[in-house]
């Protein structure tokens, strides 16, 4: 990956991240958080990953209010950094927090199991 794809990724990343929080008016979007983007080689589309607080149900309803907000937040972002085009958004649940989780939770378990057998 380029340097300059690098910066751009976290520059949308960050701007996305403020805008969602701040500018977004919708009942929805509940304890969000944008993990990660990947752009396009040609810089066209942008793959911009979420995850939520709270069950499957919260995460299909911010799933909703965010692709229901793509045209504000890719106006929004147009004002806040400097490219040609803006990339088109693409919002994608991000489930590799709720499987770390799971992978912890796990591990715990089988600690506690070895700390009784002692």
């Not at 751009?8 to 990660?36: C, H, M, N, W, Y």
């Not at 378990?109 to 009784?116: A, K, Q, Y």
């Amino acid at each position: 990956m380029t340097e300059r794809k690098g910066r751009l990724q976290e520059d949308i990343k960050r701007e996305i991240s403020d805008i969602v929080a701040k500018q977004v008016k919708d009942p929805r979007l509940g304890f969000i958080s944008i993990t990660d983007v990947e752009l396009s080689r040609d810089f066209s589309h942008a793959k911009v990953f979420f995850s939520v607080y709270g069950d499957e149900e919260q995460q299909l309803q911010t799933a909703e209010g965010l692709n229901r907000a793509k045209g504000f937040v890719r106006t929004e972002l147009g004002k806040r950094i400097r490219v040609r085009h803006i990339p088109e958004l693409h919002f994608l649940y991000d489930s590799s927090i709720e499987h770390g989780a799971r992978i912890n939770r796990i591990l715990k378990g089988l600690r506690s199991e070895g700390d009784n057998s002692r």
